[in-house]
C-alpha cells in the first residue's frame, strides 16, 4: 500500500492509505481526497467576468469576452487537413483565464464535499488575477487592494477558516506572485498587497511564477 498526504504550507492536514486495485464496497475512494469550495458571493468571481471589456486591454490580441469561450480554454484553433483525433482539442488559451479554468474544473471534481468537516482541503474560487486586472491603471491602491481585504474578512468569519485558522485553504491565480506582493502604498507602485494581508498568508496559492513565500506553489501555464 501506499501513503498519500496533503502538505499545505510544509505541514501535513493528514494521511489516507491508497489499496491499488478494487476497492471493497465499504472503503471511501475520495478518503484523505475531499475538497470543499467556498461558496462566494459573486462579486469575487463571477461578477468579475460579466463584463469581460472591464478586462480587457487595448494590447490584448483580441477581447477577453472570446477567452473566455469554452469554459475559460478560449476560441477553438481550427488546423487544416486535422484528424478527426486533434479537432476541437487545440484552444487560444490566454493565461489569466487559469482561475476560470480551473474554477470550472474543480467543478467537476470527483470528491468534492458539502460537509466541510470531511475535507482534506478547501477551495477558494476567487478570480483574484482577473479581479487585479481591472485596477492596474489608473486607479489608486486603495481600489485595488478593496477586494482582497474584503475577501479575507468574509472568509475570517467562516467556521472552515476558523477550524485551521486558514492554513488548509487554497486558490489559483492567473498572475505571477509578485503582482500581489505590493510593499508600499504609492500609487506608482505594482500590484496589489493581497499576499502581504495577514490572514491570507495563512492561504496557499497556485501561481504560474512563484516568489519566495512558502505558501505559494508554481503550476504551469495554461
Known sequence: NIKGFVYFHGKSTGSVTYFPGKLN?????CLGRYIYIHDLPERFNEDVIKDCQLITRS?????????????GLGPGIE????????????????QFML????????????????DSALASAVFVPYYSGLD????????????????????VAWLARKPEWKRNSGMDHFLISGRIAR????????????????????E?????????ETGYSKNDVAVPYP
Request: proline share 1%; with cysteine; charged share 30%.
Open 25 to 29: 464496497e465499504t472503503e471511501d475512494s
Open 99 to 114: 482561475e476560470v479554468i480551473f474554477h470550472n474544473r474543480m467543478k467537476k471534481y470527483d470528491c468534492l464535499t458539502d
Open 179 to 198: 503582482d500581489f506582493r505590493r510593499k508600499s502604498n504609492r500609487k506608482s507602485d505594482w500590484g496589489s498587497n493581497f499576499r502581504l494581508l495577514p
Open 132 to 151: 487585479l486586472r481591472r485596477y492596474l491603471w489608473g486607479f489608486n491602491t486603495s481600489m485595488r487592494d478593496l477586494s482582497g481585504i474584503d475577501l
Open 59 to 71: 494590447t490584448d490580441k483580441y477581447s477577453m469576452c472570446k477567452s473566455l469561450e469554452n469554459s
Open 79 to 94: 488546423a487544416l487537413n486535422a484528424s478527426e483525433l486533434w479537432k476541437n482539442s487545440w484552444f487560444s488559451t490566454n
Open 200 to 208: 491570507s498568508e495563512n492561504i496557499t496559492m497556485l501561481t504560474i
